[in-house]
């Protein structure tokens, strides 16, 4: 498992680096005579083919083999960005862009697959937020890397070097991952498997789609992912504005915001997978049954914990941080934010995946992605305008009241669960 886990991580780290690889050279593709409004094109064609892409992936990923889409889907990304780095005309930036994103869209949905089929229950949420977390490290060292060759070599140089990395890593997880199969398929109702996974096996195997989207635990979880997602997208695009609008700090404080917040986006996706799989096994090992709680309350308790801490952070952020703040005290809280932030991220995908029968858990986490990316996308347009109509603290009192709504409501249906484990446990 460990050697499947190195290179997992290694490539899913890659996959992040091709995306963002134009986006980290687009001031100087601007500088080169592009308008920023066709920057701004290229980059919305590949986000609108990503968000379709990973949600089809990820029911995808139920039918097929996970390796070879994972595998594929990198090397396509690869051949897409390399092409970019020698074209020139706008209609095909946007084309081989959009080919980018659909490509991409491969990488997540996969991994999440494969590590529910490796890992083990008591692990699951420790080696999903571990792997998740290679965003965050390419999300550290890409834009340092970037900027190197940018200055030394040039953008299409940067952009090349994306490219060739995506191919030389997708060619080496088609050898790294081999054993990896297709799920195991579905089985009649008369098959009996015994499981420690309540959802992963048995009669539950009979589930479909149309099952999945009719329970209303898997649409709790959706909630949740929508609201953080639109947080953590708001914060990262637009917390150095809003710290150079409102609180006239310089550019370089601003990305020194956003860098501590990827940082400490690292440590919180790592420390929420722990604490999940530690209250689990901590509620495994009581003697009294009458007195454990369910595996998804375990991880869901975790995730409030963060959300009510990012809504403490926020406040924290709009009533501290002044033109006078140390530099320190921004990189503290940026950092604090970005823990509070990806921590709730990944216990949701981690507990969408887990609602579902092995043979639809990639469907499960593709619902609940779908609801991320439409928050993604609230954070964009609705609130730049907004903000423009009134100012950026308008915005943080939307995500503050929108965040508290979900605790509150997730706080009143802690006794739902997933309808398609009780369908299991009850057969």
């Known amino acids: 498992m460990e050697g ?18 134009v986006s980290l050279v687009t001031p100087q593709l601007i500088g080169d005579g592009l308008d920023p409004s066709h920057a701004g094109l290229i980059i919305s064609c590949q986000n609108a083919a990503f968000a379709v892409s990973k949600f089809f992936v990820g029911v995808l990923s139920d039918r097929t083999n996970p390796r070879i889409l994972f595998a594929t889907g990198l090397l396509i990304s690869g ?8 074209s020139s005309s706008l209609s095909i930036f946007c084309a081989l862009w959009f080919l980018n994103g659909l490509a991409q869209g491969c ?3 996969s991994c999440a697959k494969i590590i529910r089929q490796k890992a083990s229950p008591s692990r699951f949420g420790t080696m999903w937020s571990l792997l998740s977390s290679g965003n965050n490290f390419s999300g550290c060292l890409s834009p340092i890397l970037s900027v190197y060759l940018v200055t030394t070599y040039g953008w299409r140089t940067s952009v090349f070097t994306a490219g060739a990395t995506s191919i030389v890593l997708g060619f080496v997880s088609l050898f ?8 195991e398929p579905r089985r009649d109702k008369s098959t009996t498997i015994k499981s420690t996974d309540s959802v992963s096996d048995g009669s539950a195997s009979t589930s479909t789609f149309a099952d999945l989207l009719k329970d209303p635990f898997l649409w709790l979880v959706s909630a949740g992912l929508l609201v953080v997602f639109c947080a953590r997208t708001t914060m990262v695009d637009w917390g150095q504005l809003y710290l150079m609008k409102e609180r006239k700090r310089t550019q370089h404080d601003g990305s020194v915001f956003t860098s501590s917040l990827e940082s400490g986006g690292f440590l ?14 901590r509620q495994a090992m009581k003697s009294d049954p009458s007195k454990r709680y369910s595996t998804s309350s375990c991880r869901l308790a975790v995730a409030l ?9 926020i406040q924290a952020i709009q009533s501290t941080i002044t033109e006078s703040s140390s530099l320190a005290v921004i990189m503290s809280f940026g950092f604090v934010l970005g823990t509070t932030l990806y921590g709730p991220i990944t216990v949701f995908g981690i507990v969408a995946s887990e609602s579902a029968p092995a043979h639809l858990s ?6 609940a992605s779908l609801a991320g990316n439409v928050g993604a996308m609230i954070s964009g347009f609705p609130f730049c305008y ?23 409501l997730i706080l009143c249906c802690r006794n739902l669960q997933p309808k398609l484990s009780r369908r299991q446990k009850e057969d």
């Open 305 to 313: 914990f963060f959300m009510i801490s990012n809504v403490i952070i």
């Open 79 to 86: 051949v897409a960005t390399l092409l970019f780095s020698s």
């Open 4 to 21: 499947v886990f190195v290179a997992l991580f290694l490539c899913f780290a890659s996959y992040s680096y091709n995306r963002k690889s």
């Open 107 to 109: 990488g997540w949905p």
């Open 176 to 183: 790294a991952l081999r054993g990896i199969s297709k799920i």
């Open 362 to 367: 990639g469907s499960a986490h593709a619902v």
């Open 268 to 281: 919180g996706r790592i420390t929420a997978g722990y604490l999940t799989d530690h209250l689990i096994q």
């Open 386 to 408: 907004i903000a423009k109509q009134y100012n950026w603290s308008v915005v943080f009192f939307i995500l503050k009241v929108a965040t508290s709504a979900v605790v509150i």
